[in-house]
């Protein structure tokens, strides 16, 4: 139970219920829950929209929708895209962009990335058909950032993603994958498995991208990755495709 409350910590504004620093261990294995949380997240998200749409016209609802998504997320995998966008598009040499990826000031490639973000993800949301597209965007980006742990190098000698890469291993890769796709068929049924399939896509050409620009994945990509993974599901639930 430490390592799913570990998770929710981690990567959600839930109370601090263990106060304290967890283990690398313990991170590690918190990283099979990752999509369990994206599920509470997401279950969170469509329970605001549906509540709000009583009250207020679509787009408002879209707007503070997205709010609740970077406050209930303490806007983690929002900075990291920032940063990323900063960095990438930003230096001339791998060890530039290493640099200005961890520089905590915003520049103008992040501020251009983030508001075309932004706007993607607030017509997505208002063009969505149904709105179990919150829940099954949250549950891919949290499993992208599980298997992006997992699968590709870290390019930093310190920190919180090197102590996670170092100590994860199948069996949280497994579990993170089993909750995905039980979510993805429970959900969405063939149109979930899409999403699903869509997720990895994703994962693979974006950490390409980046492994191109770097010599690892940094936690700043981790959660770029994540927030490309929601936009593209999201997307995704907007075409009307039935299967």
Known sequence: MVSLIAAF????I????????????????????????????GALLYGLSRGLSLIF????????VLAAWLLLTRALHFDGFLDVCDGLFG???PERRLEIMRDSRVGAFGVAGGVLLLLMKYAAI?????LSGFLLASVMGRWVLTMAVFAYPYAR???????????????QVALATTITLLAAWLI??????????LAGVVLWL??????????GLTGDSYGALCEMTELAVLLLFTTGITL
Do not use: Y
Not at 9 to 12: D, I, P
Not at 57 to 64: D, E, I, T, Y
Not at 206 to 215: D, E, H, K, S, V
């Open 57 to 64: 016209p679509l787009p408002v609802v879209a707007v503070l």
């Open 188 to 197: 969405g049924g063939w149109l979930g498995l899409l999403a699903f399939a």
């Open 9 to 12: 910590q981690f990567l959600t």
């Open 206 to 215: 974006g950490a390409g991208f980046i492994l191109r620009r770097i010599p």
């Open 157 to 171: 000698e310190k920190g919180l993603g090197r102590d996670m890469k170092d100590n994860v291993c199948w069996q």
């Open 14 to 41: 839930s109370p601090a219920i263990i106060r304290r620093i967890f283990t690398p261990q313990e991170m590690a294995r918190a990283v099979g829950w990752f999509p369990l949380v994206g599920l509470a997240l």
């Open 91 to 93: 230096g001339f040499t």
């Open 126 to 130: 208002i063009s969505l058909p149904h």
